[in-house]
Nanobody, 124 residues
Framework: QLQLEESGGGLVQSGGALRLSCAAS????????IGWFRQAPGKEREGLAC????????NYKDSVKGRFTISKDNAKNTVFLEMNSLKAEDTAVYYC?????????????????WGQGTQVTVSS
């Protein structure tokens, strides 16, 4: 069974950058579409970026376009989320999610496999 583990979160100043990793075990990620989500206290979980099984198609939430980049390294069985120009409002717990169902990917939380999350805190 697929297991996902996020890493790379932490405390960063406004304007800074972080790279989150989502490492998979138990199965190979080339069979799955992957999404990155976040959830801030008191808010709903929101989709930020996703990448198709092949890695050939990506999709981004408007508010992170141009700042966040999702990529997939099938050899390392890992998906990355590169985040630049971070703002205080990016503070949240960040999750990766995966599913075989999608031919491309979606920014809705309809994924079957989820990691435990990693905290990102951006100080203003």
């Amino acid at each position: 069974q697929l297991q996902l583990e996020e890493s790379g979160g932490g405390l960063v100043q406004s304007g800074g950058a972080l790279r989150l990793s989502c490492a998979a075990s138990g199965s190979t990620l080339d069979e799955y579409a992957i999404g990155w989500f976040r959830q801030a206290p008191g808010k709903e979980r929101e989709g930020l970026a996703c990448i198709s099984r092949s890695g050939g198609s990506t999709n981004y939430k408007d508010s992170v376009k141009g700042r966040f980049t999702i990529s997939k390294d099938n050899a390392k069985n890992t998906v990355f989320l590169e985040m630049n120009s971070l703002k205080a409002e990016d503070t949240a717990v960040y999750y990766c999610a995966a599913d075989r169902v999608f031919r491309v990917c979606v920014l809705y939380p309809y994924y079957g496999y989820w990691g435990q999350g990693t905290q990102v805190t951006v100080s203003s």
